[in-house]
């Protein structure tokens, strides 16, 4: 059995020490939610057009294949959660990856991909 203990022996001190560092309940639910944006593929395409620097709704909107109305309706769910930032310039907005954190993550999450093959038993129904 991989999923389980065959021998309920615990490591108090490794357990303690993982505790330590454990993110709040708050914390935990908040990266949750950036990954639950991260999952959605139009989303996600919006971020990796953003990897090339700003663009404005209707840029994005052409790039990605979207309407406008979606586009911007997913720009507020990620500006909402810091994941992209606007700059106005007169009645245009650009947006932008809020900071180099989302740039990582974006940038390891493709590195993974491109580097590992997946089985996806999600997909194929055999889970």
Not at 106 to 113: G, N
Request: aromatic share 2%.
């Amino acid at each position: 059995m991989l999923d389980g203990c065959t021998a309920r022996v615990v490591d108090a001190d490794r357990v303690t020490a993982v505790n330590e560092r454990m993110p709040s309940a708050e914390d935990l639910a908040d990266t949750a939610d950036v990954f639950g944006l991260l999952s959605d593929v139009n989303r996600l395409r919006l971020l990796v057009a953003l990897l090339d620097g700003e663009l404005c709704v209707c840029d994005l909107a052409a790039v990605t294949g979207q309407s406008e109305s979606a586009v911007s309706h997913a720009l507020r769910l990620l500006r909402a959660h810091r994941i992209v930032a606007a700059r106005r310039s007169g009645r245009m907005a650009y947006y932008r990856l809020e900071d180099p954190h989302v740039r990582m993550l974006l940038d390891l999450a493709l590195a993974h991909t491109e580097h590992t093959e997946a089985l996806h038993p999600e997909r194929d129904g055999s889970v």
